[in-house]
């Protein structure tokens, strides 16, 4: 046929029109931004990751170096952290996804002919962030201390032994890892699958896919853009989080991640080289991790 | 589960059928029968319950009474992808995600049928387009997607395949092209169509049977020629097709035929085309069947005239030249005339008298109310 020929016609991009001066002129402010608050920093961090320690020098005194050494050492010494770190992130996220999923779908689908019902529920995600998350972590602590009737019914009935309690816990720490960044996972759920076209479902139905299939092969590769932004939004930070684990708020040594050794290295024993491999390492993994992520769910045109 | 690739179409039928909505009833009494192998339109303007007739056959939309049987199964209780009926959509909706290949198989995919691949090639070349089976669906035009479309519900042999004004999007030129290729289609197969649609002219192109739907009703069903040479009703006789219609009370009336008198002229219908033989009735006839002429002929027993009256508006459209003619005391008649090159031309003020054969009247059931859809 004819008009079939010109569907890989040559793309034409439309070129820039405005001179270079205005453009750079634009981008400045940007760049500089950039520079002093991302480049410098970074470059900052990756030296002192290399740093030895001064021969001449007291106590946390360091001078520049190229001791990748340092970097052996935080991956033996805090090797549980970082295992840790990346094994409660992806059980926090995908606990996040599963309880997020349902929700958003209820809100972005199933209330479109309600739309107050939608603006009410979408509130209720947001909410919480009007209360300080240190509050609302510590409030999660009180409910489950020791003392509390939760941990003392789930003793008597066996569940926890005489001495077993949550706080402290692995449990513990992805729950309130969990509760605390599944706004970050609704929020682009609900954005995609509000703007899902329910024609599409209407056409799998009627090509015999089952609901259930329908789910499968049509709502949820529909709804990735907002799977991967959202699983990427909750990833990421929790790999890096230190409250959650903290002995302070719902963790204890055992629940220790790679935020919490950071933290340790550099405010307690002044080991800033330290520190500073782990942060490096963090920033690396997840790097790692997400592009591989992104390319293996072929969205790479979604981000 | 693997059905054989080669069904055959079936029988449809609506029984009784009413479909409320909150607020509102888009289908009042629906009684239809599709017979296996047709090619059935429903014609109506939007909001006649045309697409909520077809939405119920697919399974998207349960009567809120009323039984819906294809093949002699009853299936008003049967979910949508339990039904062998497979609908090609207003919006073509193509899976954005899929390429045209993996769309096409989708259907055979899940009734698990050997060999999609091959048989979704197949499809695809039927509609010729098997050289863009790689590409995604917004990389196509409407023309190429409505055919994917088409592809993706033929493949599956459904005894039942339901079009929702799928050509509503196409361009003029296009959509005769694809008016063609659909009929001969449906021939090649041999499945049961049912077409939705609110443009006459395909309807009638293409519909062994029409049915002419407005207000949550049939008005009219039949043949697009007889649906056309004798419309029963005001609505039909201006939705399909342009009308002039006359009123007046039925004064003579012979053995063969009664007559009305409008405005001092005598207006007969013969009495089988007629609906009503007495009281007050509707008169009508098609712009294409009325002559004119600059005196006033010889009356004749067989033919209808009214006039004079002056020509306001003259509209070229290629084939033919409509006139508008501002008859006092009756109002304004449409009539068209061929564009034979030879004719006599008719100039704007003209005075002019209007003639019809009475064979061409046809007497319809209700009187015009002045809000039907032109």
Redesign the interface.
Known sequence: ?A??A???SVKVEAKPTKSGKVVIALLAPGLAYLGAFFLTPLIALIMVSLEVPDPAGGYAEYVPGFEIANYGYVISEYFPHIMRSFSYALMATVLALVISYPLAYFIGVKARPWPLLQKLMLTLVIAPFFISFLLRTLAWKQIFSNESWIVTTLQQWGVLGETQYVVGSSFMVVFGLTYNFIPFMTLPLYTSLERL?L??L??????????A??FR??TL??S?PGVISGTLLTFIPIAGDYINASGDFLGSPETAMMGNAIEANYLNINDYPSASALSVLLMGVILLLVTWYVKKSGTEDLL | MAKEFVARGQDLELRNIRKEFPGFVAIEKLDLKVPAGEFFALLGPSGCGKTTTLRLVAGLESPTIGQIFIGNTDVTETKPHERPVNTVFQSYALFPHMTILENVAFGLRQRKVDDPLTKAKEALNMVQLAHLAERKPQQLSGGQQQRVALARALVNRPSLLLLDEPLGALDLKLRREMQTELKAIQMEVGLTFLHVTHDQEEAMDMADTVAVMNLGRIEQMGAPEELYDRPKTVFVSKFLGQSNLLVGEVGSSSANSISIDVAGNKISVPKHRAEKHDGKITIGFRPEKATFHTKKPSTNSNENLIGPGEIIDIRFTGVSNQYLIDVPSIGEITVFAQNMGQSPIFELGQQVWISWSVEHSFGLADLPTGDETE
């Open positions: 046929m008009f079939a010109f569907g890989s076209d024609r599409y209407e056409a799998g139905a009627d090509l015999y896919a089952s609901p299939k329908v092969k049509v590769p529909l990735m």
